[in-house]
């Protein structure tokens, strides 16, 4: 059976429905758009496949029976739409239907399972991998839109025709937008521009991606893109004699060199040329560059003999010519581009490339399918097949640390950036990263276990700070260390998704564990309270682990160590649950057990025993991790009374007994108050504040510095504050010392020091 042959025995249903109710015009359009107008595009596939093509069709026709657009249009039109794009792409028969299928599931009550046993698993996969979360129930709008962005982007990752079908039916959706209200218009072109097209261009789809941001411009701001397009269309005018001029002297001047090629000028988007005046701080007058010429030869090599050509024909302009054969774009792309003076004086930029290389900047990683349909092979396919592989990965990676849709979204957001520097391995590997990258990035592209331990970075042989931003034809080395860990601080410069997503994993992992045994050693420190002794492992035996269950169950926690995390940090109060332990362990045991008796059977000393220290007050030596901080506001140092405040939520903030915060905070919420206590060998030094009052003149600055090196402390902070200078300044400084005895010795160096009028420890 040919093509066409079936086509007159598939007028949709619902297009013979709108024969009897819908406007002729409408119906016009819905005409125009039946299957007969797919089945033209379906000549690369086998009859067989056509026939599976049909099967959908008339599936999906019976599915959205009754159903109609905003513009009045049936709802078949739009699946036919989508199927007919994706047919321009030669995607193969199971995405074919797919598209035809692909809101069944989410508008019609359509079951999976129902299209596996129809269509088969792949297809069914495809058409799940589409379908939004809608039917879903989340908390906001955002928190739906995003875990329906992250399951379409996973679905992509696994399988790159899911993307591909969606950008055909959000490019159709924009087409048509139209029909709809002027705030649903401006929502869904912003979240077009925001992540569909970005997405397109990282997967090399340029044209799909050009058409997206001027449609989205478009209804986004309306007035400003009707301004430009008049503009340019002006422009348009006055410049096509010098558009011809060089058209003209271009092919003569290929013709002379025997060298085939074709050449065809292109326009700058109307959105494009507003990206750059709003970059540029220009007019539109100042924008010379509307119009530029694409060279297309038959191989490889022709390229640089054509660029070899043109700069004898017309001058380059010097720093505007760019190799992406030799490097390609992070999505593929390849081309020479050059930038050369015109006979009038004006900027004209040309793109010069292979056949195969056309296809792989027009179509990205479509052009795979193309090619495998048309049975090429080449560079430039290869190319195509292996395009955003990379990315595609780390849509895994990313997910495998991020379970939150939100900022899953945040991080692929942060990959979406079109601009890239090419940087080098010392062994010479090439890596594309976002412009502004910085050697944490570099470090985590290489590897993960790289990324966490990475200490320092050398550029170009040279030393330098990890937050250093890298530039094209850096060569970038990394050193690590087997016991560094990512710092918190990296996250406020690193700009790829894989390596922020990484850095918050760990920390999150970090974060937890020493949340969990905080959380032990507060619940075990109220179990002392009420007889108990917390046991280190968990529980085995039956009674006990019920016990447990039934105490995860009162506190709304999944099991022993989560409730621990939330003991530590202070969403639940340890004595309260300790007590409810305690009164579990009573019913079990038929009444509450005597706690002096308890005491002796748990604490007698035993041969092995840790001494019963080891079971009091928390201890701070200096080793905590982020489960426990030292205030900013009173700065404690060992030898200082110290009391505990367990937030909510928060980690464990540690305050002087004097601190006038710390007592606010006590009289506001005086269960949340912990006791604490130093250890007799703390393992670092700690930050004090210290206010200095020196009388000005030269080289007090150096005066002060050695007093306090003289003292065997260090300045870690210096603050001179505003002021205008006078006869005399106040110098705060945060000093690095051991304990509250070193610091008295660093005051009483100060206070002997020239120039120095009073000193004093700055307190909240």
């Avoid at 088969?120 to 908390?139: C, I, M, N, Y």
Wanted: glycine share 8%; net charge positive.
């Amino acid at each position: 059976m040919g093509i066409r042959s079936f086509a007159a025995d598939l007028l949709p249903n619902a297009l013979q429905l709108a024969s009897r109710a819908a406007p002729t015009k409408v119906l016009e359009r819905s005409e125009a758009s039946s299957f007969a107008a797919l089945t033209d595009k379906l000549g690369y596939l086998g009859k067989a496949e056509i026939r599976q093509v049909r099967e959908a069709f008339k599936f999906a026709d019976e599915a959205h029976l009754g159903q109609y657009r905003a513009s009045g249009e049936p709802y078949i039109t739009h699946p036919i739409a989508v199927a007919g794009l994706c047919a321009d792409w030669k995607l193969d028969v199971q995405a074919i239907m797919a598209a035809l299928m692909h809101d069944t599931i989410e508008d019609r009550g359509v079951t999976k399972t129902e299209l596996i046993e129809r269509f088969g698993a792949p297809t069914a996969e495809l058409v799940d991998g589409l379908t939004k979360l809608d039917k879903l129930h989340f908390s906001t709008r955002e928190e739906g839109q995003a875990e329906s962005f992250r399951k379409m982007l996973l679905a992509m990752a696994r399988d790159v025709r899911v993307i591909l079908i969606k950008l055909a039916d959000r490019l159709h959706n924009m087409r048509t937008v139209g029909a709809m209200s002027a705030d649903k218009r401006t929502r869904i072109a912003r979240e077009t521009i925001d992540i569909y097209a970005p997405i397109a261009h990282r997967l090399g789809l340029n044209q799909i991606y050009r058409e997206l941001q001027e449609m989205s411009f478009a209804q986004i701001h309306p007035w400003r893109h009707a301004a430009l397009a008049k503009a340019v269309a002006r422009s348009r005018g006055t410049r096509r004699d010098i558009v011809e001029r060089v058209q003209t002297e271009v092919e003569k001047a290929f013709g002379t060199a025997k060298l085939k090629v074709q050449v065809s000028g292109r326009e700058k988007t109307v959105y494009s040329i507003f990206r750059k005046m709003k970059q540029k701080h220009s007019s539109f007058a100042n924008v010379s560059d509307l119009f530029g010429f694409r060279i297309v030869v038959a191989h490889l090599a022709d390229c640089y003999l054509a660029l070899g050509v043109l700069h004898q024909l017309y001058k380059p302009v010097p720093g505007r010519f760019k190799d992406y054969i030799a490097i390609p774009k992070a999505n593929g792309y390849q081309s020479l581009h050059t930038t050369l003076v015109s006979p009038l004086g004006t900027a004209i930029e040309f793109q010069i490339r292979t056949e195969p290389m056309d296809a792989v900047a027009e179509s990205g990683i479509a052009a795979h399918w193309m090619y495998k349909t048309g049975k090429r092979t080449s560079s430039g396919s290869e190319q195509a097949q292996n395009l955003g592989a990379g990315w595609l990965q780390s849509l895994i990676d990313i997910q495998d640390d991020t379970r939150d849709a939100a900022e899953f979204l945040e991080h692929v957001k942060i990959d979406l950036f079109p601009e890239a520097v090419y940087v080098f391995t010392p062994k010479s590997r090439i890596l594309a990263l976002p412009r502004g990258a910085t050697p944490v990035d570099f470090a985590y592209a290489i590897h993960s276990d790289v990324g966490d331990h990475c200490v320092a970075a050398s550029v170009n042989g040279e030393a330098v700070a990890l937050r250093t931003e890298l530039k094209s034809g850096d060569v970038v080395e990394i050193t690590t260390a087997p016991g560094a860990k990512p710092n918190p601080s990296w996250l406020n410069f690193v700009r790829t998704g894989r390596a922020r997503a990484k850095i918050r994993h760990h920390l999150k992992n970090m974060e937890h564990e020493e949340s969990r045994a905080l959380g032990e050693r507060l619940l075990g420190q109220a179990l002392r309270s009420e007889g108990l002794l917390l046991p280190s492992d968990e529980p085995t035996d039956e009674a006990a682990v019920a016990i447990w269950q039934q105490l995860t169950r009162w506190s709304g926690n999944r099991n022993r160590s989560e409730l621990m995390v939330d003991v530590g940090l202070g969403r639940k109060i340890a004595s309260i649950v300790a007590k409810r332990l305690a009164h579990l362990i009573g019913e079990h045991e038929g009444g509450r057990p005597d706690a002096v008796t308890l005491s002796r059977r748990h604490f007698a000393p035993h041969e092995g025993d840790e001494p019963a220290t080891s079971h009091g007050l928390v201890t701070i030596d200096g080793s905590e991790g982020a489960s426990i901080q030292l205030a900013a506001c009173c700065r404690p140092i060992p030898g200082d009374a110290i009391v505990g405040y367990l937030g909510r939520g928060e980690r464990l903030t540690v305050h002087t007994g004097e601190c006038t915060v710390g007592r606010r905070l006590y009289e506001r919420d005086r269960e949340r108050w912990l006791p604490v206590e130093w250890s007799e060998q703390p393992v670092r030094s700690f930050e004090s504040s210290v206010v200095v009052l020196v009388k000005n003149g030269k080289g007090v600055l150096a005066r002060v510095a050695a007093a306090v090196s003289g003292a065997e402390a260090d300045i870690t902070h210096l603050d001179m504050g505003d002021e205008p200078a006078s006869e005399s300044t106040e110098l705060r400084l945060l000093l690095s010392v051991r304990d509250r005895q070193h610091l008295a010795d660093v005051l009483r160096t100060l206070k002997r020091a020239p120039s120095v009028l009073r000193v004093a420890r700055h307190k909240a």
